[in-house]
């Protein structure tokens, strides 16, 4: 997909601030700092849309995205992140929650996990959730470019074990640097829509 339009429309918590429009959402889910924010800018080549630090924790809210006034990308707080109180993680979990079982617009989850490392087991608590509530899945193994081509297939093999991968789930190696795997990427959100 060429993009020619990206903006925010809104950063939400509550399902009364979402969107109302009928356009198909993609909510990208995964751990702080595994390159949700990244994924996004490299799929709209735009430098710093989506906000990224190396400080995790950053995204505190949902936030909409809108793309070529066709689809929204959902940009849910990363899991995982310790510094953060109880009661405000447990707060982010109702949240993201409320979105990904109530939302009729959601038409698949983005599951963002780092290749270089065994998926963790918040990322497999994650996928999990996703299945339990049947919502299509696509994993995006990303930070492709960090690791030697050659190893590729071992790190991938690594993510499908671990996560138990359903077979009608895609796996797509993504680079938010080099942008390896974005046309696939795209391709498979289309398939979606």
Request: charged letters at 25%.
């Amino acid at each position: 997909m060429k993009v020619t339009s990206a903006d925010i429309v809104i950063s939400a918590v509550k399902p009364e601030q979402y969107p109302t429009d009928p356009l198909p959402e993609f909510a990208l889910a995964g751990r702080s700092n595994v390159g949700k924010s990244s994924f996004i800018n490299k799929m709209i080549n735009r430098k710093s849309l989506a906000r990224t630090s190396s400080k995790p924790g950053k995204t505190q809210t949902l936030n909409f995205y809108i793309i070529n006034d066709v689809l929204h990308f959902v940009d849910v707080p990363g899991y995982g992140y310790a510094k953060v109180s109880k009661t405000e993680r447990a707060a982010w979990g109702r949240m993201i929650e409320t979105y990904f079982t109530s939302r009729k617009q959601l038409r698949a989850a983005l599951l963002i996990v780092d290749l270089r490392h065994p998926p963790s087991n918040d990322d497999v608590m994650m996928y999990d959730f996703l299945k339990h509530h049947e919502l299509p899945c696509i994993i995006i193994a990303t930070k492709a470019d960090k690791i030697p081509k050659g190893k590729w297939q071992k790190h991938l093999k690594v993510v499908r074990e671990t996560l138990d991968v359903d077979p009608d789930d895609q796996l797509i190696l993504f680079s938010g640097e080099t942008g390896l795997g974005k046309e696939q990427a795209w391709s498979a959100l289309q398939s979606f829509m």
